[in-house]
């Protein structure tokens, strides 16, 4: 019998690490199916919670972020290409030029939770920001995101056009960040065991193994004695 575990993903649409990271780790869980059933929960992380509706050249932004030249972005640009062929995630680096605000992408998984469809919006998200260079947060690409998902276009409308889930999504936030998480990804299983960044799907396997070890020692432990 398989054994359940909680993963929360917490991530940011426009974090490439975070795309590597989902699909190492939907890899592993492939790996230990038989033994291992995961129940995922996408959390909201803001890397630029402060960026504009236009966004911001990505060049410029890195350079100021994190002072590396183009040539070390040029670089760190063509390991993310590599590492995300590696794992089957097409980055096309031509057509990512800018960087944008990702709030209401939030707002929307937060919506599409409810509906069944959270993991599937996410992924046509990464791809249509890493893959086709569009802008993650701009309505007429969700709509058409969530269409494609098979989520009900209209009713995200209505979401996206309201100021619906904006509390919750800054809510859970802040519940991340007071957690502790600084950085993106962080895969937190079972709401006690962290795995950061972008791993490769060996070290995810041997991750989930080695939880569901401890946790089933852990239970074994707490039950009362017959």
Known sequence: MSKQMRIDFVSDVSCPWCVIGLKSLEQALERVSDAIT???HFQPFELNPGMGPDGQDIFEHIAEKYGSTPAQQEQSREMIRQRGEA????FDMSRRGRIYNTFDAHRLLHWAEGQGRQQ???EKLFEAYFTQGENPGAHDVLLRAAGEV???????RQVLESNAYADEVRQ???YWQRAGIRSVPAIVINQRHLISGGQPPEVFEQA???IAQQDEELEQDEEPAA
């Open 120 to 122: 599937a919006l996410k």
């Open 87 to 90: 794992v089957g995630f097409t």
């Open 172 to 174: 859970l936030e802040y």
């Open 208 to 210: 989930l193994r080695q």
């Open 150 to 156: 098979g989520l009900d276009v209209e009713a995200a």
């Open 38 to 40: 995961a129940d995922m």
